[in-house]
């Protein structure tokens, strides 16, 4: 059974920085393309990067030049740097394997 664990949101100032972590388990991850999701209260769920198994990146326009997606197979696990946060990325982030396992998510609030 595919497990996701994410980790690593919380409060920040807009401007700041966290990185999140999504921790798998039950699947043989560098075979999978993985993704962060995030969904804003009232607004539909949005990819914001994915990653595919060679580690070729693609992201949402808005967080292009902010976020950086990366993958550890050795650890199978997908982070997601995000830098110079604004107010309008306060979501819940979720990870995503293969279009098709989802984690719990984690809360990210930007606000001064």
């Known amino acids: 059974q595919v497990q996701l664990v994410e980790s690593g949101g919380g409060f920040v100032q807009p401007g700041g920085s966290l990185r999140l972590s999504c921790a798998a388990s039950?699947?043989?991850?560098?075979?999978?393309?993985m993704a962060w999701y995030r969904q804003a209260p009232g607004k539909q769920r949005e990819l914001v990067a994915g990653?595919?198994?060679?580690?070729?990146?693609n992201y949402a326009d808005s967080v292009k030049g902010r976020f950086t997606i990366s993958r550890d197979n050795a650890k199978n696990t997908v982070y997601l740097q995000m830098n110079s946060l604004k107010p309008e990325d306060t979501a819940v982030y979720y990870c995503?394997?293969?279009?098709?396992?989802w984690g719990q998510g984690t809360q990210v609030t930007v606000s001064s």
């Open positions: 039950g699947s043989i991850f560098s075979m999978y393309y």
């Open positions: 990653i595919t198994n060679l580690g070729i990146p």
């Open positions: 995503n394997q293969a279009n098709r396992y």
